[in-house]
């Protein structure tokens, strides 16, 4: 039996498959060109320097794949490099501008992980927006 993750993936790839009939996707849900996975190809240049710096070397394989979670963000987030005065989310707005890959310390031992995206105004600042969110008290509170 197919499970819920699996079946997600694969509606994802079909879709993309439909709407995009001139790029190839392999089975695994993996295009050759990392650029064609953003809505805005454009936007590559406003993020790789962050996908870069972070540690989990995003742009090297994982930006490929289809059902990849940095590639969510960064369809939606992407544009806010550019605009991110206009980024309202949980009711909150007057956001820095929205950082990619980037490292938090957690206090333990290891590499601190990396969080798809992270949003900081004077007041709060949230993280990885797709797993559940809340805002938390900022540097500035």
């Not at 996707?25 to 996908?51: A, H, R, T």
């Not at 605009?83 to 950082?99: A, K, Y």
């Not at 004077?122 to 969110?133: K, L």
Request: hydrophobic content about 35%; charged content about 25%.
């Amino acid at each position: 039996m197919i499970d819920t993750v699996q079946r997600a993936k694969q509606a994802l790839w079909d879709s993309y498959r439909k709407l995009n009939p001139d790029i190839e996707v392999d089975p695994k849900g993996y295009i050759n060109d990392s650029k064609k996975n953003l809505l805005q190809l454009e936007w590559m240049e406003l993020i790789k320097e962050d996908y870069r710096g972070g540690g989990g070397k995003e742009l090297e394989w994982k930006f490929r794949a289809i059902h990849s979670s940095a590639v969510l963000v960064a369809n939606n987030f992407a544009r806010f490099k550019q605009e991110s005065h206009r980024l309202t989310i949980l009711d909150w707005s007057g956001f820095n501008i929205p950082v990619f890959e980037k490292q938090l310390p957690t206090g333990l031992r290891g590499i601190p992980p990396n969080l798809d995206v992270f949003l900081e105004n004077r007041d709060c600042c949230i993280a990885n927006v797709f797993e559940g969110a809340s805002c938390y008290p900022g540097r500035n509170s």
